[in-house]
Nanobody, 124 residues
Framework: QVQLVESGGGLVQAGGSLRLSCAASGSTYPMGWFRQAPGKEREFVACVSWNGGSTSYADSVVGRFTISRDNALNTVYLQMKSLQPEDTAVYFC????????????????????WGQGTQVTVSS
């Protein structure tokens, strides 16, 4: 049974930083972060390959967010800097379906397991 547990969300002022963590149960699949703002569809944020060697990002977060993983700890991170009110959303981590996959997974259907989400609120 795969379980993903996010943590690290909270309330931050615009321009601030947060680091999200996702405790996973394995280290041989790509991992992604998605977010869903109120009234909007869930959207891709970032993906990291199974071994951390490659990453990909949504255009809206390039240069501000960094995804990484520590397979020894079975943990995936999302470091978020220069946060803006439009970054306010529930953030979800997800495990990809492809064993030893890379970082080119941008749609929800390419992920098999999801965490419960953690709220990030950025005040202006």
């Amino acid at each position: 049974q795969v379980q993903l547990v996010e943590s690290g969300g909270g309330l931050v002022q615009a321009g601030g930083s947060l680091r999200l963590s996702c405790a996973a149960s394995g280290s041989t699949y790509p991992m992604g972060w998605f977010r869903q703002a109120p009234g909007k569809e869930r959207e891709f944020v970032a993906c990291v390959s199974w071994n951390g060697g490659s990453t990909s990002y949504a255009d809206s977060v390039v240069g501000r967010f960094t995804i990484s993983r520590d397979n020894a700890l079975n943990t995936v991170y999302l470091q978020m800097k220069s946060l803006q009110p439009e970054d306010t959303a529930v953030y979800f981590c997800a495990q990809g379906r492809t064993l030893y996959g890379g970082s080119g997974y941008y749609t929800s259907s390419q992920y098999a397991y999801w965490g419960q989400g953690t709220q990030v609120t950025v005040s202006s």
